[in-house]
Structures are given as C-alpha cells and as structure tokens.
C-alpha cells in the first residue's frame, strides 16, 4: 500500500457525490436533525447489495441539495484524491434540477466549479469533468445534460465526455440511447455503465454502440465477453465496489484476472471512495495483491490509465512525463 499510495495516478471513474467523505455525510446529516442509525449502518456494512447501495445514494441525494453543499464535497474530493498523488482526475457527476432550492442542472455545475476552483490552488492535480445521465431521467432530461455539456465547454469549460449511470435496475436502454448519439454527434467520448446486473438487451446495445470506454461489464454472458474482448474497449475496473455490491462474488473470481490475461485495456478506478470506504491507492494495491503483481507491473498498470484518458495527444504527453519522473523516483 505504500508504495501505491505514492505512486502517481490517474482516476477515470470517480463519481461525486459517491466520493463524498464519511464524516461529511454524516455531519451533513445531523445538521438536518437526522436519525444517523441507518446511515452509520450501512456506512459500517463491508457489504452491501445494489439495491442497499442505491439506498445509500437517495440518502446522499437527500443531503446535498444546496450549492453550498455541493461546492464543498467537490472541494474536499478533489483535496482527497489530490493528497494520495493523483496527477489526473476525470470526475463525473450527474447536473440535477431542484426548484426547491432554486437549483438548476447549470447552477448544480456552477457549484461544482467553485469547488474545483477553491481546490486549484492547494491540490495539484488536473481535472476534468465528464456529465451523468441518471438511469432514472426522461429522454429529454438526458439531452439537456448533453446540451448543457455542450453549452460549458463553448465557455471553455473542461468538459472531458459524457457518463450514463444510475441504478442499473431502472431505465430503458431506448430512453438513453438518442441522448448517447447525441452526445456522440457533439463529439463527446462515451463512458457508460455496462453489466453491473444481467441485462442483455442493454449490455449488447452498450457493446455495439461501441464507447470509448465501459464501466464494471460484471455480468456478461459467453458470447459478450467474446465482443468485449474483441472490442478493445477499455474497461474502468472498481473492484471494492464490485465486490461490495455482490456484483461480483469474490476476489478470486473477479473478472480483472481475464482481462489482463487477454491483454484487454484496463484502468483501476475507485467508483465511490465514500460509500465504499477505499482510496485509488487501495484499488491499486487490491489488484496488485490479486494479480501478485511485481513493482514494476504496478507501475505499467498504473501508467496505462493515461492511454485510455479522454484527453488530447499533448495532455497525455505530459502526464506521460510528470508520471514518469515521479514513478522513477519510487524504483
Ligand atoms: P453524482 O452523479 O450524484 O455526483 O454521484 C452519485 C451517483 O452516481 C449515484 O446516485 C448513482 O446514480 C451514480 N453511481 C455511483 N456509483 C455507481 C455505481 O457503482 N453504479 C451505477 N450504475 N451508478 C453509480
């Protein structure tokens, strides 16, 4: 874990509010007089299902409705991963509407901004943001996240693509997919949520759409796997989160194994510090234990998430060099 932890890394799968600090989330909910049993409960539970995982985030969502709020967890995201030597974050988040607050999706990403521009000055990382399609939202709710990601990045806004997540037992693949293409059109890079349950029929439309990167891909039959494999499409690798959710049984069995043996393009992500009590460096550390990877090959895996950033040739030429003259001083 040392040597994980001041390895330089890259994070291409870290959503916000799933990020959140522990303490935060629970400070946030007693400043609302809330009963915290629940919440400490499952924050204690090494495991917990999808469904409870899901109910973890409702909580979340019902305590982070202001700007105020959403301007400090990004703060404190961007300080955690900043402090654990992460040189490159490409951080997602869904924009939401709440008119109870005055909250628009825009003003939710305005929020965001200031925590990134507090944060600037003391971490030392590059981030970039990639926008969430919410599973639960319309179509047309989805094109307007797609709309507004065009809209900022006009502004000059660091907008690095676009994400569909949210509960994977909910939504329609066909209420997506015309915000998806969309966003394609505009020249976003794909990043979406694929085979956390079995569902075929929005696994193989994910496949043939072919993004440019796929989150989990824990549940694919024989002949997705073959697809998969066949693709090259790089896959974000989360496993705490995989293994807490029951997506995947266990460690021995998780899928990271094939995929490096197939040489398939991977980066090891940490999905929701907060909910799921980890770190980059214990993700790294995790694959490295069940891969009994020598040091160098933790240096190679950690390196290769640049290969799969969504970002420009020059970018990745300089975190090429930043990694590499921060890496050789740990051999
Ligand atoms: P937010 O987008 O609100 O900043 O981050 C939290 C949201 O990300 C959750 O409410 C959920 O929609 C999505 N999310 C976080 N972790 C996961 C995950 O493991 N799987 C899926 N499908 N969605 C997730």
């Known amino acids: 874990l040392p040597m994980c932890r001041a390895m330089p890394k890259l994070e291409l799968h870290a959503h916000l509010n799933g990020s959140i600090r522990a303490a935060t989330l629970l400070e946030l909910a007693r400043e609302r007089d809330e009963d915290c ?44 991963f900043a402090a654990e030597n992460t040189i490159y974050i490409e951080l997602r988040t869904a924009p939401k509407n709440n008119s109870a ?18 944060a600037a000055p003391v971490s030392p990382i ?26 900022l990045r006009k502004e000059g806004w660091d907008i690095a693509g676009i994400d569909l997540s949210g509960d994977p037992a909910i939504g329609e693949w066909t209420t997506f997919a015309p915000a998806l293409m969309f966003a394609r059109e505009q020249g976003f890079p794909l990043a979406l949520h ?37 693709s090259r499409i790089p896959v974000e690798v989360c496993l705490t989160s995989n293994l807490a959710t029951q997506s995947v049984p266990s460690i021995e069995e ?49 390196r290769s998430a640049i290969d799969f950033a969504f970002a420009e040739s020059s970018v990745k030429r300089t975190l090429h060099q930043t990694f590499d003259s921060r890496a050789q001083k740990l051999l």
């Open 101 to 118: 607050v005055g909250m628009t999706k825009r003003s939710y990403m305005e929020s965001v901004k200031v925590g990134l521009d507090i």
């Open 37 to 80: 049993t629940e919440l400490e409960n499952i924050l204690k539970k090494d495991k917990r299902s999808l469904p409870e995982t899901f109910k973890l985030f409702g909580l979340i969502r019902i305590l982070t409705t202001d700007h105020r709020v959403i301007t400090r967890i990004t703060r404190e995201v961007i300080e955690d």
């Open 126 to 151: 590059h981030v970039r943001l990639i926008l969430s399609i919410d599973r639960r939202e319309t179509t047309e709710a989805a094109m307007d996240t797609v709309r507004l990601a065009c809209e």
């Open 194 to 230: 694929c085979g956390e349950v079995r569902n075929s029929e929005d696994i193989r439309s994910m496949l043939a759409m072919r993004p440019e990167r796929l989150g989990h891909v824990c549940c694919l039959d024989n002949y997705e796997w073959e697809v998969l494999l066949a």
């Open 254 to 302: 998780h899928h990271l194994a094939v995929l490096l043996k197939s040489d398939h393009p991977i980066a090891i992500c940490t999905d929701d510090t907060g909910i799921f009590a980890t770190s980059l460096s214990r993700e790294l550390a995790l694959a490295a234990s069940c891969l009994a990877l020598k040091p160098e090959e933790v240096t190679t895996l950690a």
